[in-house]
């Protein structure tokens, strides 16, 4: 089916109103049936295989009839599970219907800024679902000092994968505070989320780990100047490991020959 309004696509959207619909029955706190590989294999498995399961009846196909009938059918109930369904919308009633609000109202203030029913409804959201979801906070856009923290402490940070990348690399990678703030800067002017900051990262190391892997450097700072420039700083790196290169290709040979 279609989308559900003025923001919602066509079919294969995600914004279908079959898509919607099936997490209806799952609000509803009720039981729902839970179907396993299992149960599904002996549901469908009647094609190929009838003519045996006949012939072999009088060698125990009853028993295995009368077992598969006491297996009762999973369920699990929905009263006591919360569902917490989150979205990024650009549709403009969505955002107009719950302005941000100033740093002065406080932080209550902000975190409860409602959006409206028929704003969501104009998004392409399903009013039955719509209404089935009675707590809507809006959050804000993230921004430079909250992808700062994310850079610096969240265990799947971009920084922390881009580490673990050049490492296996052989070369151990560390940022300045300065260099931080700046990939932070920049990754809140993509205007993405942290996902920005992935973006950044790679425009910066991307050089780097094409080039660094076939020289003898173990380490890599990068600072405001590196951030600015990459370029130039991997060309003064290769500038600096060119007199050494004999020796280490020298060295490559000889542990390939042993």
């Known amino acids: ?10 079919g294969g959207n995600i914004h279908t109103r079959d898509v919607q619909n099936n997490f209806l029955k799952l609000l509803e706190d009720g039981d729902v049936p839970i179907e396993s590989g299992s149960h599904s294999q002996q549901a469908g498995g009647g094609g190929g295989g009838g003519g045996r399961r006949r012939q072999g009846a009088g060698h125990g196909g009853a028993s295995s009839s009368q077992q598969q009938q006491q297996v009762p059918p999973s369920t699990i109930s929905t009263k006591h599970v919360l569902f917490i369904f989150s979205g990024a919308f650009s549709h403009d009633p969505v955002l107009a219907s719950a302005p941000p609000r100033s740093a002065a109202d406080g932080a209550a203030s902000v975190a409860w800024a409602r959006v409206e029913t028929s704003a969501l409804v104009d998004a392409g959201l399903e009013p039955e679902l719509v209404g089935r979801l009675p707590v809507r906070v809006r959050c ?4 430079e000092g909250a992808l700062f923290d994310i850079l610096t402490t969240s265990r799947g940070s971009a920084l922390r994968q881009m580490t673990r990348e050049m490492m296996g690399y052989g070369v151990e990678l560390s940022l300045t505070d300065g260099a931080l703030r700046e990939v932070a800067r920049r990754g809140a002017a993509e205007g993405t989320g942290a996902r920005g900051l992935v973006t950044v990262l790679e425009g910066i190391l991307r050089p780097f780990k094409f080039e660094l892997p076939s020289t003898d450097v173990r380490e890599l700072i990068v600072d405001e100047a590196v951030v600015a420039a990459p370029e130039a700083a991997l060309a003064a790196l290769l500038a600096d490991f060119e007199p050494r290169r004999p020796a280490l290709v020298a060295s490559q040979v000889e542990r390939f020959a042993e």
Request: aromatic share 0%.
């Open 140 to 143: 804000e856009s993230l921004d």
């Open 1 to 10: 089916g279609g989308g559900g309004g003025g923001g919602g696509g066509g």
